[in-house]
């Protein structure tokens, strides 16, 4: 562990920066269960019609998707972080 804070020293947080760190995480959950329930519901359809390559490419999409906010969540959130350094 000591080894690890000399390489990379961790910050404290102000109160205000983890309100906003959890504002964040609260926003990027919401908008990854929207996708999710949208693209599951259009998956569901797909499969019931009988159309395999239309559900391969949603749930494509959706993996995609769900990586994307997750990238621009932690980007989001490091850029809180360096703002205390």
Same mark, same amino acid.
């Given at each position: 562990?000591?080894?690890?804070?000399?390489?990379?020293?961790?910050?404290?947080?102000?109160?205000?920066?983890?309100?906003?760190?959890?504002? +964040?995480? %609260?926003?990027?959950?919401?908008?990854?269960?929207? /996708?999710?329930?949208?693209?599951?519901?259009? +998956?569901?359809?797909?499969?019931?019609?009988? /159309?395999?390559?239309?559900?391969? /490419?949603?749930?494509?999409?959706? %993996?995609?998707?769900?990586?994307?906010?997750?990238?621009?969540?932690?980007?989001? /959130?490091?850029? +809180?972080?360096?703002?205390?350094?």
């Amino acid at each position: 562990m000591e080894r690890l804070e000399k390489q990379s020293p961790s910050s404290k947080l102000t109160d205000d920066q983890r309100a906003q760190l959890a504002d +964040i995480d %609260s926003l990027y959950k919401s908008k990854m269960a929207e /996708k999710e329930l949208l693209l599951a519901d259009q +998956i569901r359809q797909e499969r019931a019609a009988g /159309k395999p390559g239309e559900v391969e /490419k949603l749930e494509q999409q959706l %993996s995609s998707e769900l990586r994307r906010l997750t990238e621009e969540r932690e980007s989001k /959130k490091e850029n +809180i972080r360096r703002a205390n350094s």
